[in-house]
Nanobody, 123 residues
Framework: QGQLVESGGGSVQVGGSLTLTCEAI?????MAWFRQVPGSERESVTI????????YYGDFVKGRFIISRDDTKNTMWLKMKSLRPEDTGMYYC???????????????????WGQGTQVTVSS
């Protein structure tokens, strides 16, 4: 079993909502959601540093997605609303303790990954 397990993906229509869940064996300082479409690199959706005030959001999800985490449950969520066709992709949970004061948005710097959960938004 992997360190991170995502769930909650599915197919919705434009404007719909989904909540993704990431369950970890142990939470890390930097917890993040990335997404990937075939032929493209993984892009950062949102990142939440432990005990930080404001998570990072990619410009394309600001105001529509909300990340939250509960370290007592080693669980992270991504609430997505007003979904668009361009939100379609495989969503991955990632975790890393990090080496800097901030959490990286570069996927290659994250050591732990889930298997991904597919989100499909249709018009």
């Amino acid at each position: 079993q992997g360190q991170l397990v995502e769930s909650g993906g599915g197919s919705v229509q434009v404007g719909g909502s989904l909540t993704l869940t990431c369950e970890a064996i142990a939470s890390k300082r930097c917890m993040a959601w990335f997404r990937q479409v075939p032929g493209s690199e993984r892009e950062s959706v949102t990142i939440f540093k432990r005990n930080d005030y404001g998570p990072y959001y990619g410009d394309f999800v600001k105001g529509r997605f909300i990340i939250s985490r509960d370290d007592t449950k080693n669980t992270m969520w991504l609430k997505m609303k007003s979904l668009r066709p361009e939100d379609t992709g495989m969503y991955y949970c990632a975790a890393d303790e990090g080496t800097k004061d901030w959490c990286e948005i570069d996927a290659s710097l994250y050591k732990e990954w889930g298997q991904g959960t597919q989100v499909t938004v249709s018009s």
